[in-house]
């Protein structure tokens, strides 16, 4: 069966870090891509950040200089950390795998950024 399971969300006080992972099954990992996508109340999802199958990365401007994504092929898992965080970053973040027209959705994790 696949699926992406995210962990790692909490309450985070301003200026902390926090690491969100995601664990894929099902799925062949190496040669999926894989990001990271978050909602806040009220708002549409958006995309945070992707790293692909070959490791090249990629940042919204939100985040970029102060979240980090990588990857584990060995353990199929995906991570983000989330450095300096701001009220702005509370949110649910969900965890995205796609390959070709092939896609598949974690159930998110909130996390709350709060003092």
């Known amino acids: 069966q696949e699926r992406l399971v995210e962990s790692g969300g909490g309450l985070v006080q301003p200026g902390g870090s926090l690491t969100l992972s995601c664990l894929a099954s099902?799925?062949?990992?190496?040669?999926?891509?894989m990001a990271w996508y978050r909602q806040s109340a009220g708002k549409e999802r958006e995309w945070v950040a992707t790293?692909?199958?070959?490791?090249?990365?990629d940042y919204a401007d939100s985040v970029q200089g102060r979240f980090i994504i990588a990857r584990d092929n060995t353990a199929k898992t995906v991570t983000l950390q989330m450095n300096n965080v701001e009220p702005e970053d509370t949110a649910v973040y969900y965890c995205?795998?796609?390959?070709?027209?092939?896609?598949?959705w974690g159930q998110g994790t909130r996390v709350t950024v709060s003092a």
């Open positions: 099902g799925i062949v990992f190496r040669i999926s891509n």
């Open positions: 790293i692909s199958s070959v490791h090249k990365t």
């Open positions: 995205y795998a796609f390959v070709g027209p092939s896609e598949l």
